[in-house]
C-alpha cells in the first residue's frame, strides 16, 4: 500500500486488511475545523448539530473574511460565536488570534504524521505535506463530522511525483507547482504521492505550497514522506505522539512522472485556470498588469514576504499598479514584521492586509474591477474569482509577482533579484 | 426517488469551476435568489432559462475548485442530474450531500448536443439521447453514495438519527 492508503486503513472505522483504488472507506477523524464562512450557510443555522462528537477535537478558525466587510458577514459570524459557546469549543481563533485555518494549523502543530483532519477549505489538501490527509468537504459533510466524528472517501489511484535535483536563482515553490500544473494537467479522483531525491533541499513551507497548490489539479490528496526535514519542523510544536507513514518498499503506482527543479524555471499561469494551462514567466514577459497581489493559504508564507521585500528594497511600486500583500497567519504577520519585511513592503507602495482569506476568494480587500489584469501568487485565477468576471487573473510565485509590480509588466525576477543581491 | 431521469440537456464544456456556478456574490444574497447567479461570469442569462427537471451535460474536470455548496444552486435551479466527463471529488461529494446526482460518463459530450432530450438511468448506468439515438454508458453511483441523495442529503440522514438541534442558531 501506499502512504495514502495505509492512512486510511489505520483510520477505517472497521479493521480492513487492504485498502486499494475503487474502496469506500469509512474513517475516523482526528481533528474537525469549522471556518467563519460557516456563518453564510444557512443550512449550518438553521439546522445545528446538537452536540460535537468530541468537543476538544472541534476546531473554529475565523479566517475567510477577516474582519466582516459586511453586515451580512457580521451577523453570520456572531452566530458561529453563540455556537462555539453552546458547543463549549475551547479552540476557537476569532480575528487577530489565528490566520488561514490549515496554515495556522500546521504552524500550531496540528498537523502530525499519519492523521486525518476534517475541514472545508478546498485548499485543506495543503495537510499532505506533513505525511498526513486532509481535504475540502463541504459544510453538510463537516456537520456529519462535527456529529458522528466520522467520514467516508472514495479510494482514488495514486500517482507517484519524483522530484530532483534543486531549485535554483529565482525559481520558487509555486514554480514547481505550476511546471507540475502544465504538464499533469488535470486529474480528478487521483492521488499524488511525493518522492525523490530532491525533496530533501524542500522546506516544509515550500512542500506546502506545492501540496496546497494541488487542489488545481483537482487531486484528491497530494502527500509528502516523512523525512528529518519534516521531523525537525515538527519538533517542539506538539507533544502528542505520532507515527510516520511510509509507502511499501515494492509499491507501484499508477503512473510516474519525474521533475528536475535545477531546471525549472519562474512560471506563470495564464488566466482562468492552472491546470495544463502554464507558460514560462519569460514567454509573457512584458504583459501589463493593474494589481499585484501576495498572499493565501499557498503563498501568504514568511519565505513569500521575505522574496517580496528582497525584490522591493530600494524600489518601488509601479505607479499605476497597486500591490496588496495579505500575510496568512497572525504568527507570519508578526514575524515579518520584526524582520522589516512588512516595513519594506510598505516603504515601497505596497498595501500590507491582516491576515485573511481576503482577496483570493473575492471576499474583500483587493478585489478586481471591470477589465482589470492582475498577477497573483494566491490560490485561484478562476474567471470571476477574484471580483469583476471581466477581470484577468494571472498567477505566478510571489517573487514574480512582486517583480511584476515593480516594473508594471509580468515581470521574470532573474535579473532584480540579482540586482539586490549585488548590492 | 425517480432513479430513471428524462429532461432537456443544457451543454457545457471542460472544467466548469465552482466559482462559476456558485459566484462570490451568492454568499451575502438571501438563499432563494443564489442559484440565479449560476454560471453568471461564463453564461450570464442562462439561470434565467433552467426549468425544473432540465439536465447538464459538461466536459471534462467539472467542479473543480472551492467547497462552497456549488451543487445546491444547480439543485436550486431544477437540475435533475449532472453527467460529465470527469468529475472534481470534491464535487462530487458537495453534490452527494446535498441530494444531487452527478456521474462521470466518458464521451458523454461527444455524443449529446445541447437540446437534446436525454433518459439517465442512475440505476442501470446508461444514458440514451431520445433525440440522435445515441448511447453511452457509465459507472452507476455507489449504493452508499445514492442512499445519502435518496434521503434527500446528509442533513436528512443527520436529522433522522437525532444529530439536529431543532433551535436554529
Redesign the interface.
Known sequence: MNIVEKIFQDHSENPVNRVEPGD?VNVKVDKVIMLD?AG???????????KPFDRDKVAMIFDHFVPAP?V??ASGVS??R??AKRWDIENFFDYGRGGISHTFAAESGWFLPGRIVAN???HSIAAGAYNMLS???????L??VI??GKT?Y?V?ETIKVNLTGRMKGATEAKDVFLRMAGEMG?I??TNIEFGGSGIGSLSVDQRAVISTMCA?L?A?FAVFPYDNVLASYLDGRSEAPYTPVAADKDETYASTIDFDMSEIRPMVAMP??V?GNTKPAADVQGSRIDQATIGSCANGRLDDLASAARILKGRKVAKDVRLIVTPATQSIFLQADRLGYLRTIAEAGGVVTNPTCGAC???HMGLLGEGDIAITSTT?N????MGS?DARIYMASSATVAASAVNGYITDPGDMLEANSDE | MNKVLKGKVWAFGDNINTDLMYPHACYTLPEEERPLHTMWANRPGWAQQVNSGDILVAGKNFGVGSSRPAASNLKGLGISVVVAESVNGLFLRNSVNVGLPVVSCQGVSGIVREGDTVTVNLETGTLIDETSGKTAEFRPLPGFLMDIIEAGGIIEVLRKNGYIDSNPL
Not at chain 1, 443555522?45 to 446538537?50: G, I
Not at chain 1, 481535504?135 to 459533510?141: A, D, I, K, N
Not at chain 1, 478562476?382 to 474569482?385: H, N, T, W, Y
Open positions: 469506500i464562512i453564510l450557510h444557512p443550512e449550518l443555522l438553521n439546522n445545528p448539530p446538537k459586511n451580512e458577514v452566530k458561529l453563540k455556537l472545508t477549505d478546498s481535504r475540502g468537504l463541504g459544510t453538510p459533510e456537520m456529519q456529529c458522528t467516508w472514495i482514488g488535470d480528478p479522483n488545481e483537482s484528491d482562468d485556470h491546470a476568494m473575492g471576499g485561484r478562476f474567471k470571476g474569482r468576471r
